[in-house]
């Protein structure tokens, strides 16, 4: 089956006054269709950056330095804008992480919903307020016929945020792209978003890519996950088994610390340092300084995303390393 | 649900902070930028020429025993009958324009610095007494403040200076109205260093070591010196810079509508109202070289302006 | 929304009153107005009476009630040079300002506005840098200056457009109006672009400013990725959230137009109010002085309650949250 979307050797570069950065080297994964793919890693490694580039929003003069992002078998990351923005909503939706600024202040949540279901189909006005109605009542806004000529300041963080959903979804998309979607809600709220985000894309069949630096949410809610670092994937694998047994020493660290997953060891790991910035990216393995299982090749070649039981994993430790390396 | 986040903590490590500085905007953006550079030089030199006008002016414009009727309303001396005496022409009483545009920008530069610095004062004064005091008078300062902004500087300008033509009558003399242009242009600008400063006092205010500062019993204005003023030098300088070409500006409206410097010590405003008048027998030198003088001024210290502030406020880069 | 309008109102009566202070303490106090409205000749007498009857016996209280009560009734007394009333005075000129004031602002918005939006747009495109160094340097060039150079280039390098006056005009009941002759147009034109230049300018940047900050924001980012066309993010979404502070900052230049007609109408021998307070200023004048800082100050203060209002009107947030809960 071929996969919603698929992202091969994906490169994101910044052009500034001090020299390139790379944003995002070298990351290639696939999300089948109505899959859940949790996309976890520190801020900055990298992870908004790849959303934002498969829905080809990435701000100038930031630019798709290479690679390839294709929408069930066809590429889009070399569209002509007019086409990719007819993509954009319709058949990828995007959730962004703070509702209370996602939705335009000065129009009626109606609006925004007539307006986006009218770009993306030949309904009639009354048919699209039919549709924003159902979308709405959907997204469990109680009192949906009056809410809806509310203006967005009059709704709640957790209500503003399943307007979004309701937003995202209004045209039906085959892929949802929900960055950091709970983050800045209340605690209490963010476990309701994240099921009815779960629940809607599964009733509608679209498949999600799910960016968070919450474990505890992917945990819950992904079916694989991809663990990025310094703007290149680490790990990707089967939730339960990146979780229960982390192969890459970055995502053993990243697992060590959170207490709820660390139960069967006396205490929290912590990773020494930090992620490198973009400017000092390390040569060969981004981890290698802070790895305690750093060795020989390391510092000098790059490790390649390769299989390893279920997942796959990018580090030296699991496969041979080249015999030049060996040399040294 | 932990944050991983909160738990990979960066540091910031000293030597950082110091290739920081070093590598800092302010002068990274100053030398890339040509445009910058164009301007802080032309400033230099007409600051640096109205600076040494006694020295550089081949003509002294107020020694009334060099002019001569004769050699008024010369054009400019590569036209046909000019003067090599006089590179950029005469005036109606034949002085020689280039020499009046020296001492002319000297008037300019002086009244708009000292504006500038009496409106800074009088601001950062009177924001550090708001926002330390607060309450009342407080109250009494920023409504005054608001009222002022209501309307432009060039009302106050002209009011103050009305006023001070019905208290000093006709003998108002070239020493009394230069002190005049340079309060009345000062006490038109002095909200936004009020309106700035006023507000970081409030949030260093309130912050622990002011609160220390006070337990331990260091005098208040030591508090304000010492520790809030640092926090505003940046704000200030722009909003001074920029202001700097509102009162060069000023002060030549002021005086193109006769309300300013008298003709016989004249500045930039001053010449071109004079050569005004004869710009329709032909003779624009007289106006149009004070004219470019000035705009060239204004613009050279107005980009200087946008630079410090781009500079300063990364935000907005 | 009624609280919202009340105090507005009242802020609005403060800043009145205070202006009202001012200009009856430069009334009262600078210069003497017996001395000012009488010759040498009059007797010491003659001045006694003339200050029993013009109340300047009075406590200070009571005077200053009488000059607001006086003020508000638009009698500002006579002249001192031209011994009529300063109502009349102004009345004859406030038609030719306000002409010149609202040609001025409708061109500065007509183009300011376009090119702000067009800066923002094509951030990189050389016609916004063209834009934007003609903008820096029309905010340099005083206002006096871009007239003069106007003039000569053409009424006296080209020999079109007069250079001085409002050419003929009409009397439609108490408004003279120069926008219904050919000359009266012409006439209107340098003024207006010396006025207008200066506020245009500044719209062009305070637009482009707000409108970068605007596009910067999460929701046009949703905007565009919910696959809404450009002209619906740019113009619908954008520009409607730019235009609600740039509102405001217009609104205010609208008032300093006025201010500023005075420098125009000097340069251009415009016979509007402020040529009048001009030569009141250089002839300490001071009722007119004072009549013509009031009025400004009225239409000042006028200006920003409606301004106000047409926020509450253009921003919910404003709207809903004024209403009493």
């Not at chain 2, 230099?44 to 020694?63: G, R």
């Not at chain 2, 005496?85 to 002086?110: E, K, M, P």
């Not at chain 3, 430069?26 to 000012?36: A, K, Q, T």
Request: proline share 6%.
């Amino acid at each position: 089956m071929t996969p919603v979307l698929s992202v091969r050797n994906l490169k994101v570069e910044f052009p500034t006054r001090r020299g390139v950065l790379t944003a995002i080297d070298d990351v290639s994964f696939d999300i089948a269709p109505g899959e859940v793919l949790g996309v976890v890693g520190e801020s900055g490694a990298g992870k908004s950056i790849t959303g934002t580039a498969v829905i080809g929003l990435i701000e100038p003069p930031g630019r798709i330095a290479g690679g390839e992002v294709l929408l069930r078998g066809q590429r889009i990351d070399n569209l002509p804008p007019e086409q990719m923005r007819k993509i954009r909503g319709k058949r990828i939706g995007m959730v962004f992480q703070d509702p209370l600024t996602s939705l335009n202040p000065l129009y009626r949540i109606g609006y925004q919903l007539v307006e986006t279901i009218r770009t993306h189909s030949s309904l009639s006005e009354s048919a699209a307020r039919k549709k924003a109605l159902s979308l709405l009542e959907e997204v469990g806004i109680p009192a949906p016929d009056t809410r809806i000529d509310a203006y967005p300041h009059q709704f709640s963080g957790g209500m503003r945020q399943r307007v979004v959903l309701a937003l995202a979804l209004a045209a039906e998309p085959e892929l949802v792209i929900a960055d950091e979607p709970t983050t800045a809600l209340d605690v209490s709220v963010q476990a309701q978003i994240i099921a009815l985000l779960k629940r809607l894309c599964a009733q509608h069949g679209a498949a999600v890519m799910l960016i968070t630096h919450d474990m505890g949410v992917i945990a819950e809610t992904a079916d694989r996950v991809a663990v990025m670092y310094a703007g290149r994937i680490a790990e990707i694998g089967p939730v339960r088994e990146v979780i229960k047994a982390p192969l890459h020493p970055y995502t053993k660290g990243l697992m060590g610390s959170i207490p709820s997953l660390a139960h069967d060891s006396d205490r929290l790991v912590q990773i020494p340092g930090s992620m490198p910035r973009l400017t000092a990216i390390p040569s060969g393995c981004p981890f290698h300084p802070r790895c305690p299982r750093a060795f020989v090749p390391c510092p000098t070649f790059r490790p390649e995303l390769q299989p390893e039981q279920s997942s796959q994993v990018a580090c030296w430790l699991y496969h041979p390393f080249p015999v030049t390396a060996a040399a040294l | 649900m932990a944050d991983t986040t909160a738990l990979l903590v960066t540091r910031i490590t000293t030597r950082e902070r110091i290739r920081a500085v070093l590598g800092s905007d302010l002068v990274y953006s100053f030398l890339r930028s040509r445009v910058t550079i164009a301007a802080a030089m032309v400033t230099a030199i007409i600051v640096i020429a109205a600076l040494l006008a006694p020295l550089i002016a081949p003509h002294d414009p107020y020694d009334l025993r060099q002019l001569s009727l004769l050699d008024s309303h010369n054009p400019p001396a590569w036209l046909s009958g000019g003067d090599m005496r006089f590179l950029l022409g005469t005036d109606d009483q034949g002085r020689d324009v280039f020499s009046t545009i020296l001492y002319g920008s000297r008037q300019s530069i002086a009244i708009g610095v000292m504006a500038t610095l009496f409106a800074g004062m009088l601001g950062i004064s009177l924001g550090l007494i708001a926002g330390y005091t607060g309450g009342t008078v407080d109250a009494v300062i920023m409504r005054a403040a608001d009222i002022q902004s209501t309307f432009p500087a060039i009302l106050i300008a002209m009011l103050i200076d009305g006023t001070s033509r019905a208290l000093f009558g006709e003998q108002r003399n070239e020493q009394i109205v230069f002190w005049v242009m340079v309060l009345s242009i000062g006490l038109s600008f002095w909200v936004q260093y009020a309106r700035t400063v006023r507000g970081s006092t409030l949030v260093e205010k309130n912050k622990d070591y002011v609160l220390a500062a006070r337990l331990i019993g260091i005098a208040p204005v030591k508090i304000l010196f010492r520790h809030v003023l640092p926090n505003v030098v940046g704000p200030v300088l722009v909003i001074a810079t920029i202001n700097l070409a509102l009162a060069i500006i000023t002060e030549a409206t002021l005086s193109f509508l006769g309300l300013g410097l008298p003709s016989t010590q004249p500045s930039l405003g001053t010449l071109i109202q004079i050569g005004q008048k004869y710009l329709f027998a032909g003779e624009w030198w007289i106006a149009i070289f004070p004219g470019i003088t000035l705009a060239a001024l204004v613009l050279a210290v107005n980009l200087l302006g946008d630079w410090l502030r781009d500079a300063l406020n990364p935000k907005l880069r | 929304m009624l609280a919202f309008i009340i105090r507005r109102l009242l802020q609005a009566i403060v800043v009145m009153l205070t202006v009202a202070l001012i200009a009856f303490t430069l009334f009262r106090f600078v210069g003497d107005p017996v001395n000012m409205m009488v010759g040498i000749e009059t007797t010491a007498e003659e001045r006694a009476q003339l200050r029993q009857d013009l109340g300047l016996n009075d406590p200070i209280v009571i005077q200053f009630a009488r000059f607001v009560g006086n003020s508000a009734r638009l009698n500002f007394g006579n002249s001192y040079q031209f011994k009529t009333p300063v109502i009349d005075l102004i009345a004859d000129r406030f038609p030719a300002t306000m002409e010149l004031a609202f040609a001025s602002a409708l061109l500065s918005l007509l183009v300011g506005i376009p090119m702000g939006v067009y800066t923002a747009l094509h951030r990189r495109s050389w016609l916004s840098n063209i834009f934007l160094a003609a903008s820096l340097i029309g905010i340099s060039l005083p206002t006096f200056l871009i007239g003069i150079l106007l003039i000569f280039l053409f009424p006296v390098t080209l020999g079109i457009l007069p250079s001085f006056g409002r050419g003929e005009v009409v009397r439609i009941g108490f408004w003279t109006t120069g926008l219904l002759t050919a000359s009266g147009l012409k006439a209107l034109v340098l003024p207006a672009i010396t006025l207008g230049l200066f506020q245009m300018t500044l719209i062009m940047r305070l637009v482009r400013g707000e409108m970068l900050e605007v596009l910067r924001t999460d929701y046009i980012k949703f905007a565009r990725a919910r696959g809404l066309t450009d002209r619906a993010v740019n113009f619908g979404h954008a520009l409607k959230n730019t235009l609600v502070p740039v509102m405001t900052i217009a609104g205010l230049q609208l008032g300093s137009i006025i201010a500023f007609a005075l420098i125009t109408e000097s340069v251009f021998q415009w016979p509007g109010m402020g040529l009048l307070f001009l030569k009141a200023v250089q002839n300490v004048d001071i009722p007119i002085m004072s009549a013509y800082l009031l009025l400004v100050a009225f239409i000042f203060v006028t200006i920003n309650l409606i301004v106000d209002l047409l926020y509450a009107v253009v921003d919910p947030r404003i709207r809903i949250d004024a209403r009493p809960a």
